[in-house]
């Protein structure tokens, strides 16, 4: 049984930072690129990065490029998505997705059940 748990979400203050995680059990973990998506209310699910395995290439979204960083320990079956200078428009339930391919949320096979970001002062 594939699991994906996230954790890391809360609520902060604009130009601040959080860090995200998605702990992976049931599959091979280092075979699998991983993505992280985000859906805001009323929005659709869109894509935010992407890392291949085991972790050498990694691509962004035009709106988090340069502010996200995601990263992936193959030990510990572990991603990470480091989110810096934070805005209100970043405020949406994050996703990890693991077996997928590009940007395209519907091509991934599993995914965790989502932590909420909050960017608010």
């Known amino acids: 049984q594939v699991q994906l748990v996230e954790s890391g979400g809360g609520l902060v203050q604009p130009g601040g930072s959080l860090r995200l995680s998605c702990a992976v059990s049931g599959l091979t973990f280092s075979s699998y690129a991983m993505g992280w998506f985000r859906q805001a209310p009323g929005k659709e699910r869109e894509f935010v990065a992407r890392?291949?395995?085991?972790?050498?290439?990694?691509y962004y979204a035009d709106s988090v490029k340069g502010r996200f960083t995601f990263s992936r320990d193959n030990a510990k079956n572990t991603v990470y998505l480091q989110m810096t200078s934070l805005k209100p428009e970043d405020t949406a339930v994050y996703y990890c997705?693991?077996?997928?391919?590009?940007?395209?949320?519907?091509?991934?096979?599993?995914w965790g059940q989502g932590t909420q970001v909050t960017v608010s002062s």
């Open positions: 890392i291949s395995w085991p972790g050498r290439s990694t």
């Open positions: 997705a693991a077996d997928g391919l590009g940007v395209a949320w519907t091509s991934y096979k599993y």
